[in-house]
């Protein structure tokens, strides 16, 4: 065996041996004499280590020349420019290619571009040479070699349409349908150069979970144009990651479209009993209590705005804070409401508290129908917020312990057997009703997630706490003697 078949087999290198046999004679030949065939062999084998990475996520910028393979992900549009002091247009090609570590994109020049643009699809594995960069959205390597590899298999799924679940980091020309959870405000910031940029945000969420969109400069306002509950297709977004997630990045390039598909975002939450000291957790239940808006003065002189609501699931009940423009909110009584990256903290009389900061979105899953106004009391029924409080476990005691099931409660000091609703209240039937308190005013208003009843009763009870009524019914309203 020769020199340079030993060194060939010591470098474990996937380039077969006759193009690196044909790269040893050329280094030889341009290095007029001054190396062997074994010391030009060992000068392509250490070239090529150089050059070969195990995979997309080895690759970092101010690397030299790397080789890698991988699949096609989406192939984007030739754009033409024009070259300074040049006849000729210019021209570029960005390509999304993956393996199993990551996505990367690759930028692919002039003729090479409009070639790859007719011939490339979906799907092909390619062998590529560049060198890496920090681009416009991210890394990227520019191309100085791609040629297909049709044997070769990388075992990745090339993506059309994204779900959430689908992004990751360094992913390009990202596509992805979504229904917005919350918006923020449009915000502006001093550039390095002097010049004014504008920066908005966003939440959308989608069957496998949901991710933050950052829109950038002219494409920031178009955040003004969107509300909660929208579908959305982001188009031509960029991946980046942020504190240890990923957000989606949407600039000039990009879009976001509302389209009429409907996509459902299925919050994954914790239960509030569950909640600790300094979580960061996603909640959700039916609002049991809202209180008003309140601003105050900050430290630096500017003014700021809160509001406190209390929500409640099967496992407890806890208050949250609104900062900010989340307390303009429009959440009422019986609402569903989801919150997103809210921070758990001590609250008042040391009970847990989560506060809903910028980095938190604010949902409103289904609206309560307050017959009698958002949510500020009446006698009526409230179909949706009975609804919603029954989803999340306010009518776990719905009925007393001695009911069939239907509604129908036996009075305990002997009184008349009644029927829920139909309690005989023209003849002064004695009923017994157990709900959540959702209206402290007079009347007080219990909801036991099936039903309401209006209570007339000189005991002071609070929003959301649980009790037991006992009284003569008539026309709607217990007139009670007994709340236990």
Known sequence: MGAIEDVYDDLDADVPFEEFEAAVEQKVEDMGGLADEETAAMLIAHELRDEEVNSVADIEPGMDDVKFLAKVMTVGEVRTFERDGEDEDGHVLNVEVADESGRVTISLWDQVAV???????TGDVL??????KEGYSGLEVAVDKVEPDPDAEVDVDAVEQYRVEDLTMGASDVDLLGVILDTDTVRTFDRDDGSEGKVSNMTVGDETGRTRVTMWDDMAERVEELNPGETVEVVDGYVRERDGTLELHVGSRGAIETVDDDVEYVPDTTDIADLELDDVADIAG????????RTFDRDDGSQGQV???RIKDETGEIRVALWGDKADRDIDLADRVAFTDVEIQD???????????????VSVLDHADNGSGGGSGGSESRDAGQGGLDSFGSSESGTPSDADGSGTAVADDGGADTTGADADADDGG???FTGTVVQAGDPIVLDDGTQTRSV?????????????????????????????
């Open 115 to 121: 070639d790859a643009k007719e011939n490339l699809q």
């Open 127 to 132: 062998r590529i040479m560049g060198r890496p």
């Open 286 to 293: 039916g609002v049991i209590e809202t209180s008003e808006k």
């Open 307 to 309: 509001r406190n609501v």
């Open 347 to 361: 609250g008042w009389q040391d009970d847990l508290e989560a506060s809903a900061g910028w980095r938190s979105s």
């Open 430 to 432: 004695v009923v017994e």
């Open 456 to 484: 007339e009763t000189a005991a002071k009870l609070r929003l959301g706490e649980e009790v037991t009524v006992r009284g003569v019914e008539r026309d709607g309203t217990i007139d009670a003697d007994d709340v236990f």
